[in-house]
DNA sequence: ATGGTGGAAAATCCA
């Protein structure tokens, strides 16, 4: 069996500690991370090796975004895109010895204004979900695991509010229709909803929130996906509430699932 | 309709 955890951790260095007591508590074979907003030189490895996450593959950049893949079996550096040409790290993938691939993406917010007229970042976020489409449709995943913050909550059941969010980037149909299109493309399952299909489920909880708890106006933004092949053998996922009430939380909290592999 | 919080880095951008 093998475990893969997704989380946006919105500072790895801020919140070394955290990561840490995920890993003991959770013991994951191999953790994403997005938004680490470190160089990779200056990212803390020290306690994640200790913890037996001696494999490390990751892309940085100062102060903002920012991918890592922390494991504790061996992983081969598989590469890297640079969706929409932005010049960010925002995607890293890697290699494990049975020849899974594994993606770890952090596709951008996209401002706030859902029009790409008005506001360039809607644009970028429409032209970094579409080149994915393009890029699974010109060659299809196989023995593939997509992970990471898409920042596009899917369904009607993955937000508060299916009505109020619909104006609101992250579920606006446009952002959705390219979601399900870069998905479609690559026979991707989502793996959460395989094996969660029907209820509320949020993985992000906005810091502006006088009490995020009580409030619940939460978002899936973070997805499991696993190419076609392989998506039968996913099981056991899991989304970590909790991990939004620990001390300076991250705004999102892991993802998990389980692959007989 | 508005403003609310948090992180990085450097008094502003991004989420």
């Not at 061996?74 to 691939?101: C, F, K, M, Q």
């Not at 970094?128 to 992970?147: Q, T």
């Not at 959705?176 to 094996?195: E, I, K, P, S």
């Amino acid at each position: 069996m093998f475990t893969i955890a997704t989380w946006n951790i919105n500072s790895v260095r801020l919140r070394e500690g955290l990561v840490a007591r995920f890993l003991s508590e959770e013991a994951p074979d191999v953790l994403c991370l997005q938004e680490c907003k470190s160089p990779v030189e200056k990212i803390p490895l020290e306690q994640f090796r200790a913890l037996g996450y001696t494999h490390v593959v990751a892309r940085g950049q100062k102060g903002y975004n920012g991918v890592a893949i922390l494991s504790r079996l061996p992983i081969t550096d598989a590469g890297d895109r640079d969706y929409a040409s932005l010049g960010h790290a925002r995607h890293v993938a890697a290699r494990l010895e049975n020849g899974v691939t594994i993606h770890n993406m952090y596709v951008p917010a996209g401002g706030d204004i859902p029009d790409r007229e008005q506001n360039e970042k809607f644009g970028q976020k429409l032209d970094f979900v579409a080149e994915m489409r393009d890029v699974f449709h010109a060659d299809n995943p196989r023995k593939s695991i997509l992970v990471g913050d898409l920042n596009i909550a899917p369904r009607e059941d993955d937000v508060w509010s299916h009505k109020q969010m619909r104006k609101i980037v992250s579920h606006t149909p446009i952002e959705v229709d390219h979601l399900l299109a870069a998905q479609d493309a690559g026979n991707w399952v989502d793996v959460t909803r395989q094996d969660i299909p029907a209820g509320l489920l949020y993985s992000w909880w906005s810091y502006r929130a006088k009490d995020w708890d009580a409030a619940d106006k939460g978002r899936r933004l973070d997805h499991i996906w696993a190419s076609g092949d392989i998506a039968n053998a996913a099981h056991a996922s899991r989304i970590l509430r909790p991990c939004r009430g620990w001390d300076q939380p991250s705004d999102h909290v892991p993802v998990l699932a389980s692959f007989d592999l």
